[in-house]
């Protein structure tokens, strides 16, 4: 089984930062994509930001020159730099990634427990 384990969520106030990571563990033959999500209260769960196993990011619009996405291939971890945060960011955060367990396994994508981020003065 392949496990994601997501750290670095808390409180924070407005203009402030948060390093979010993701740490995967278990049977893992390689990684492709990996994305964060978030969802709010009440809220559908929304795509935050990309990468690829190459590095090639993408971002929502709405952290854009705000937050930044990386990886570390080596250790399989993932991170989401979040700055200048504002209270509309308060949400869970969840890392995902698409992965195989062995060299016979399918593709498939894999979720984390999510993280809270609380945004607020």
């Known amino acids: 089984q392949v496990q994601l384990v997501e750290s670095g969520g808390g409180l924070e106030q407005p203009g402030g930062s948060l390093r979010l990571s993701c740490a995967a563990s278990?049977?893992?033959?390689?990684?492709?994509?990996m994305a964060w999500y978030r969802q709010a209260a009440g809220k559908v769960r929304e795509l935050v930001a990309t990468?690829?196993?190459?590095?090639?990011?993408n971002y929502a619009d709405f952290v854009k020159n705000r937050f930044t996405i990386s990886r570390d291939n080596a250790k399989n971890t993932m991170y989401l730099q979040m700055n200048s945060l504002k209270s509309e960011d308060t949400a869970v955060y969840y890392c995902t990634m698409n992965a195989r367990q062995n060299w016979l396994d399918t593709p498939r994508d894999y979720w984390g427990q999510g993280t809270q981020v609380t945004v607020s003065s």
């Open positions: 278990g049977s893992i033959y390689s990684i492709n994509g």
């Open positions: 990468i690829s196993r190459g590095g090639s990011t």
